[in-house]
């Protein structure tokens, strides 16, 4: 199991982002994929999570901001990220929980002028 996760720069806090996750194999279609984040100093926390069904939650902070979303037939989630605040600044990271162990992207750096 291998997740690609890209998308990440810098922009301006009012700005937009797209980041996606590429996953392997079979596993897509039948997992729920997340999204989390990690901003310096502080712990891994949720963003966003879609289900094989396409059933979407977020966290409260970003709820209104930023859509998740994903393409089967390009095995790939986005994360469509607007109105970004510097807040939002972290690593984000796509999520997958497969046959009982925990899968994660390698990351990608969001940063958020103000």
């Known amino acids: 199991v291998q997740l690609q996760a890209s998308g990440g720069g810098l922009v301006q806090a009012g700005g937009s982002l797209r980041l996606s996750c590429a996953v392997s194999g079979s596993i897509f279609s039948r997992n729920s994929v997340y999204w989390h984040r990690q901003a310096p100093g502080k712990q891994r926390d949720f963003v966003a999570v879609i289900t094989p069904t396409g059933i979407t939650n977020y966290r409260d902070s970003v709820k209104g901001r930023f859509t998740i979303s994903r393409d089967n037939a390009k095995n790939t989630v986005y994360l469509q990220m607007n109105s970004l605040k510097p807040e939002d600044t972290a690593v984000y990271y796509c999520?997958?929980?497969?046959?009982?162990?925990?899968?994660w992207g390698q990351g990608t750096q969001v940063t958020v002028s103000s």
């Open positions: 999520y997958v929980y497969f046959q009982g162990r925990d899968y």
